[in-house]
């Protein structure tokens, strides 16, 4: 074996010289974001942005399912995998990303393959996630024996992938758009391609693409540049520039020739409707104009397709995607219906809309509406430095990360004119592939332009002023404290606030409202969700549509759900906009106007989503588990109904319940507000004093006890027939509460045995060993009232797999209590926790809710720095005894759904 390690190593280490002393080449700088090139051809983007306390390091490779060839398909998803498996200085990729706390993922996409992790900002972690994405760049193992074990594990994706109707016609309706091109093929590609690869194969494809000269190192959070660019040469530099030339793609999609047809049957219970057409490349000109058009179209509820198809009941929801792509590319409609609605009525309601295009013009509100939608997304995107950095990668796969500037500055421009053009352009019959073929007398085909010279679009562009940077926020619990400002109204309203600097002037914000208790809310539970669902349908002043104008135009997002007896409203706007907001939603959750209409669609729509669970696995384990461990009789608020009943009581509820719940129930009776970002104190409190001091709830609030109780062993198998993919549960309970001493070990033992990424007992065990895994770990939770706790595990696999997967499970589970942890498992698994507590404390929207619910909960930073510093004195005997005091493997109940026979 050891033989065996030096000769991998000899092997790979060979791709290193030694550091050049030439320093990074400075290229441009735009917005903030700055690009130089190392002389191996390495591109490097830093972002800095001293308003997070976090660190994001993004790694895209110029590679995805575009590049594949002939029995090649998933390769590059298949690399992905792979590459989490180790190199020679890092052998074990994901224990090390656990043990620092890191947030990281890695995805491939048609024409790139990227690789991040976000972690908190220290030098010491930004050394080692530079020193990792450096060595597996060039010296990733890909070894046959991880091959073996990991293709089973991507076959349970892509079966995975297979449960879902809806997303296997997107599939096929591309595959039958596209003749040559490999937009046509999924990006996970053909089970017999991720079975049949040959080892060697997928090294050369390794070699060929993973190399400095193909990728682009994106830094972004809070970091000093000019030692992270010192940095990243002397990790990336000794690199050696390859001598090889790729070769650009060069299959062009000839034009499409008449309309064509797929006809897909499967098991399932609803229906779904599919079409798309040829597009432009993402830098092409037309682009901007048609993805406005796309939002005119498709955006619920103002798009004139959504008003043709799901106001007119025909189908209950759509969904659309015209993705930014290097080469020419598609734009996706889909939409569901239920099965006793007639897809060919979508279909002729679809032609008439947009066979009219040209009768009946865009208007400039649609437009205007269109754009502000489109500039808010991207605005929201580049004041948040994190999420910017990972969207980038779209971009810089496209041909360049500063397209996303000249994209939006396109968008502005956009005329009425532009739109009209393209719309008469692309919308045509030949153009389009759905549901079935019809012969036309005269051809009428679509020449989809090349795409533009990029290094020409982007020679001398600027761009505009770098969004506002927000101050360096120290996150410990100290400051947390101090920064906060506690307040509570007269009407029971109790507010934390930290005001500070944000990226772009961002406020974020948790509105918490409770009322009612166990007797008055008996039989209400439905009439409570959809009351809050309908809060955003309209007001007695303004309808669905100008809502979403509204917010729009604000730069601001708001969600709004509902349950029994609490209503939450999370909040995301900027300083400026944020009091007009905050008006708008008072106004919705005051002035409901509870339109029919609306009510109409949203009930369609919940029983369009109940249909397809009825044949989903994951949806009928979960429901099956979690009537299991609920012990509440039917007109309880906690109540957890069957499918069957969940129809039942959807189709039985009236207007008048919404009007009368809201009625009896709606106001301040007690509640928590949380905001934090670039506001003025005074004016938050003055808007609190103005809106919700005397707007009091009918109904006094009390809190609804959540009782423990000994739920029944069970051991189910529910069959899903013609499902791919198979779900596992397994859960246990306990008396624990999370104020208790043992809280402590056992978030760490839960961490251990599931809840680490891809490091935790369950998943090394069932997906980097056994292989037989996409996505597998466990689950820990505590009440903090009441002593009524639980922890399970989960795994999808293929229904032939279900003993061996089971059993490893099972294993696991008892070898922990038996055997217990070792030392190098607890000391990765307590500093994996604390930095993550610590990037949790650094994200504004997480804090927030941390912050409204210590308010609920009477709780303070101190209770949290407690629970750290209990973790981190934790011994292998304090984790081993309470796992044993707490844990019992034969007491877990099992629930498996999957076509088993």
């Given at each position: 074996m050891?033989?065996?390690?030096?000769?991998?190593?000899?092997?790979?280490?060979?791709?290193?010289?030694?550091?050049t002393?030439?320093?990074?080449?400075?290229?441009?700088?735009?917005?903030?974001?700055?690009?130089?090139?190392?002389?191996?051809?390495?591109?490097?983007l830093?972002?800095p942005?001293?308003?997070?306390?976090?660190?994001?390091?993004?790694?895209?490779?110029?590679?995805?399912?575009?590049?594949?060839?002939?029995?090649?398909?998933?390769?590059?998803?298949?690399?992905?995998?792979?590459?989490?498996?180790?190199?020679?200085?890092?052998?074990?990729?994901?224990?090390?990303?656990?043990s620092?706390?890191?947030?990281?993922?890695?995805?491939t996409?048609?024409?790139?393959?990227?690789?991040?992790?976000?972690?908190?900002?220290?030098?010491?972690n930004?050394?080692?996630?530079?020193?990792?994405?450096?060595?597996r760049?060039v010296?990733?193992?890909?070894?046959?024996?991880?091959?073996?074990?990991?293709?089973s594990?991507?076959?349970?994706e892509?079966e995975?992938?297979?449960?879902?109707?809806?997303?296997?016609?997107?599939?096929?309706?591309?595959?039958?758009?596209?003749?040559?091109?490999?937009?046509?093929?999924?990006?996970i590609?053909?089970?017999?391609?991720?079975e049949?690869?040959?080892?060697?194969?997928?090294?050369?494809?390794?070699?060929?693409?993973?190399q400095?000269?193909?990728?682009?190192?994106?830094?972004?959070?809070?970091?000093?540049?000019?030692?992270?660019?010192?940095?990243?040469?002397?990790?990336?530099?000794?690199?050696?520039?390859?001598?090889?030339?790729?070769?650009?793609?060069?299959?062009?999609?000839?034009?499409?020739?008449?309309?064509?047809?797929?006809?897909?049957?499967r098991?399932?219970?609803?229906?779904?409707?599919?079409?798309?057409?040829?597009?432009?490349?993402?830098?092409?000109?037309?682009?901007?104009?048609?993805?406005?058009?796309?939002?005119?179209?498709?955006?619920?509820?103002?798009?004139?397709?959504?008003?043709?198809?799901?106001?007119?009941?025909?189908?209950?929801?759509?969904?659309?995607?015209?993705?930014?792509?290097?080469?020419?590319?598609f734009?996706?409609?889909?939409?569901?219906a239920?099965?006793?609605?007639?897809?060919?009525?979508?279909?002729?309601?679809?032609?008439?809309?947009?066979?009219?295009l040209?009768?009946q013009?865009?208007?400039?509100?649609?437009?205007?509406?269109?754009?502000?939608?489109?500039?808010?997304n991207?605005?929201?995107?580049?004041?948040?430095?994190?999420?910017?950095?990972?969207?980038?990668?779209?971009?810089?796969?496209?041909?360049?990360?500063?397209?996303?500037?000249?994209?939006?500055?396109?968008?502005?421009?956009?005329?009425?004119e532009d739109?009209?053009?393209?719309?008469?352009?692309?919308?045509?019959?030949?153009?389009?592939?759905?549901?079935?073929?019809?012969?036309?007398?005269?051809?009428?085909?679509?020449e989809?332009?090349?795409?533009?010279?990029?290094?020409?679009?982007?020679?001398?562009?600027?761009?505009?002023?770098?969004?506002?940077?927000?101050?360096?926020?120290?996150?410990?619990?100290?400051?947390?404290?101090?920064?906060t400002?506690?307040?509570?109204?007269?009407s029971?309203?109790?507010?934390?606030?930290?005001?500070?600097?944000?990226?772009?002037?961002?406020v974020?914000?948790?509105?918490?409202?409770?009322?009612?208790?166990e007797?008055?809310?008996?039989?209400?539970?439905?009439?409570?969700?959809?009351?809050?669902?309908m809060?955003?349908?309209g007001?007695?002043?303004?309808?669905?549509?100008?809502?979403?104008?509204?917010?729009?135009?604000?730069?601001s997002?708001?969600?709004?759900?509902?349950?029994?007896?609490?209503?939450?409203?999370?909040?995301?706007?900027?300083?400026?906009?944020?009091?007009?907001?905050?008006?708008?939603?008072?106004?919705?959750?005051?002035?409901?106007?509870?339109?029919?209409?609306?009510?109409s669609?949203?009930?369609?729509?919940?029983?369009?989503?109940?249909?397809?669970?009825?044949?989903?696995?994951?949806?009928?384990?979960?429901?099956?588990?979690?009537?299991?461990?609920?012990?509440?009789?039917?007109?309880?608020?906690?109540?957890?109904?069957?499918?069957?009943?969940?129809?039942?009581?959807?189709?039985?509820?009236?207007?008048?319940?919404?009007?009368?719940?809201?009625?009896?129930?709606?106001?301040?009776?007690?509640?928590?507000?949380?905001?934090?970002?670039?506001?003025?104190?005074?004016?938050?409190?003055?808007?609190?004093?103005?809106?919700?001091?005397?707007?009091?709830?009918?109904?006094?609030?009390?809190?609804?006890?959540?009782?423990y109780y000994?739920?029944?062993?069970?051991?189910?198998?529910?069959?899903?027939?013609?499902?791919?993919?198979?779900?596992?549960?397994?859960?246990t309970?306990?008396?624990?509460?999370?104020?208790?001493?043992?809280?402590?070990?056992?978030?760490?033992?839960?961490?251990?045995l599931?809840?680490?990424?891809?490091?935790?007992?369950?998943?090394?065990?069932?997906?980097?060993?056994?292989?037989?895994s996409?996505?597998?770990?466990?689950?820990?939770?505590?009440?903090?009232f009441?002593?009524?706790?639980?922890?399970?595990?989960?795994?999808?696999?293929?229904?032939?797999?279900?003993?061996?997967?089971?059993?490893?499970?099972?294993?696991?589970?008892?070898?922990?209590?038996?055997?217990?942890?070792?030392?190098?498992?607890l000391?990765?698994?307590?500093?994996?926790?604390?930095?993550?507590?610590?990037?949790?404390r650094?994200?504004?929207?997480?804090?927030?809710?941390?912050?409204?619910?210590?308010?609920?909960?009477?709780r303070?930073?101190?209770?949290?720095?407690?629970?750290?510093?209990?973790?981190?004195?934790?011994?292998?005997?304090?984790?081993?005894?309470?796992?044993k005091?707490?844990?019992?493997?034969?007491?877990?109940?099992?629930?498996?759904?999957?076509d088993?026979?």
């Amino acid at each position: 074996m050891l033989k065996k390690v030096i000769a991998l190593v000899l092997l790979f280490v060979v791709s290193f010289s030694y550091a050049t002393d030439n320093d990074p080449k400075k290229i441009t700088s735009v917005e903030g974001i700055t690009e130089y090139q190392l002389d191996n051809g390495l591109k490097v983007l830093l972002f800095p942005d001293k308003s997070v306390q976090t660190i994001t390091v993004n790694v895209t490779y110029l590679v995805g399912s575009r590049h594949e060839g002939y029995g090649e398909t998933g390769m590059a998803h298949l690399l992905e995998h792979l590459v989490f498996k180790g190199s020679p200085k890092h052998k074990d990729i994901p224990k090390e990303l656990s043990s620092h706390g890191a947030r990281p993922n890695g995805t491939t996409w048609y024409d790139r393959t990227n690789y991040f992790e976000t972690f908190s900002a220290n030098a010491e972690n930004l050394d080692w996630a530079l020193d990792m994405e450096a060595d597996r760049m060039v010296n990733s193992f890909i070894s046959k024996e991880d091959l073996e074990s990991e293709f089973s594990v991507v076959r349970n994706e892509f079966e995975s992938g297979e449960n879902q109707p809806a997303g296997i016609l997107l599939e096929r309706v591309l595959a039958t758009s596209y003749i040559w091109h490999n937009y046509g093929n999924t990006t996970i590609g053909a089970k017999s391609d991720i079975e049949k690869v040959p080892i060697d194969n997928l090294k050369a494809f390794y070699t060929k693409y993973y190399q400095p000269d193909n990728a682009i190192l994106l830094v972004a959070g809070n970091f000093d540049p000019e030692k992270t660019l010192k940095l990243v040469q002397t990790k990336f530099g000794i690199i050696t520039k390859p001598s090889r030339k790729l070769q650009q793609t060069h299959t062009d999609e000839p034009a499409q020739d008449g309309e064509r047809v797929v006809h897909l049957k499967r098991v399932g219970d609803a229906k779904h409707f599919g079409m798309a057409y040829h597009m432009p490349s993402g830098a092409h000109a037309d682009h901007p104009p048609l993805s406005i058009l796309e939002e005119i179209l498709t955006d619920a509820p103002s798009g004139r397709l959504y008003k043709a198809l799901i106001e007119s009941k025909k189908g209950t929801g759509m969904w659309s995607f015209m993705p930014f792509l290097k080469e020419p590319g598609f734009l996706y409609i889909n939409v569901d219906a239920l099965k006793e609605k007639s897809l060919d009525d979508i279909y002729t309601a679809s032609g008439d809309v947009l066979g009219n295009l040209t009768k009946q013009p865009i208007t400039q509100k649609e437009l205007d509406n269109a754009k502000n939608k489109i500039l808010k997304n991207i605005d929201q995107a580049i004041r948040n430095s994190e999420r910017l950095g990972l969207f980038l990668s779209e971009y810089i796969a496209a041909g360049d990360w500063r397209l996303i500037f000249l994209y939006r500055d396109a968008i502005e421009k956009v005329t009425l004119e532009d739109v009209q053009r393209v719309a008469s352009t692309y919308f045509k019959d030949s153009n389009r592939t759905i549901g079935y073929f019809t012969p036309e007398k005269e051809a009428d085909r679509v020449e989809i332009p090349a795409s533009p010279d990029i290094s020409a679009l982007v020679a001398n562009y600027k761009g505009r002023a770098a969004v506002a940077e927000g101050e360096d926020f120290d996150n410990s619990y100290d400051n947390i404290t101090k920064r906060t400002f506690i307040g509570k109204l007269d009407s029971g309203i109790e507010y934390a606030l930290i005001p500070k600097k944000t990226r772009g002037n961002t406020v974020q914000a948790s509105l918490v409202l409770r009322f009612g208790d166990e007797n008055s809310l008996k039989n209400k539970r439905v009439a409570a969700s959809y009351t809050a669902r309908m809060l955003n349908k309209g007001t007695k002043d303004k309808n669905r549509e100008q809502i979403e104008s509204e917010l729009d135009k604000l730069k601001s997002s708001v969600r709004i759900s509902g349950s029994s007896n609490r209503l939450l409203a999370d909040i995301t706007s900027t300083k400026e906009n944020f009091i007009a907001t905050l008006n708008l939603v008072s106004e919705m959750l005051k002035k409901p106007s509870f339109d029919e209409n609306e009510f109409s669609k949203l009930i369609a729509e919940s029983l369009s989503g109940i249909e397809q669970s009825k044949s989903d696995p994951i949806a009928l384990a979960q429901k099956k588990m979690t009537q299991v461990t609920n012990n509440y009789e039917k007109d309880h608020p906690f109540y957890n109904p069957t499918f069957e009943e969940q129809e039942a009581e959807i189709k039985a509820l009236t207007m008048d319940e919404l009007k009368a719940y809201h009625k009896e129930f709606y106001g301040v009776a007690y509640g928590t507000f949380s905001v934090i970002g670039d506001f003025e104190k005074t004016e938050i409190e003055g808007w609190l004093q103005k809106e919700l001091n005397d707007w009091k709830s009918n109904n006094k609030y009390e809190r609804i006890r959540i009782m423990y109780y000994d739920y029944p062993k069970v051991d189910e198998k529910i069959l899903t027939p013609d499902k791919k993919n198979a779900i596992i549960f397994g859960t246990t309970n306990f008396k624990l509460k999370d104020s208790d001493d043992d809280y402590a070990a056992m978030i760490i033992g839960n961490t251990i045995l599931g809840g680490g990424f891809l490091n935790s007992r369950i998943a090394d065990r069932l997906r980097q060993k056994d292989g037989l895994s996409y996505g597998a770990g466990s689950f820990f939770n505590a009440g903090s009232f009441e002593s009524n706790g639980s922890l399970g595990f989960y795994a999808i696999y293929a229904p032939q797999n279900l003993e061996k997967v089971e059993l490893g499970a099972k294993e696991e589970v008892a070898r922990l209590i038996k055997d217990g942890i070792t030392a190098e498992e607890l000391k990765n698994a307590v500093n994996g926790w604390v930095q993550q507590q610590s990037v949790s404390r650094s994200k504004d929207d997480e804090l927030r809710r941390t912050l409204g619910s210590d308010l609920y909960l009477d709780r303070d930073m101190k209770f949290h720095a407690d629970l750290e510093t209990k973790v981190k004195k934790l011994t292998i005997e304090d984790v081993n005894n309470v796992l044993k005091k707490y844990i019992d493997p034969s007491k877990f109940s099992i629930i498996k759904a999957g076509d088993f026979k």
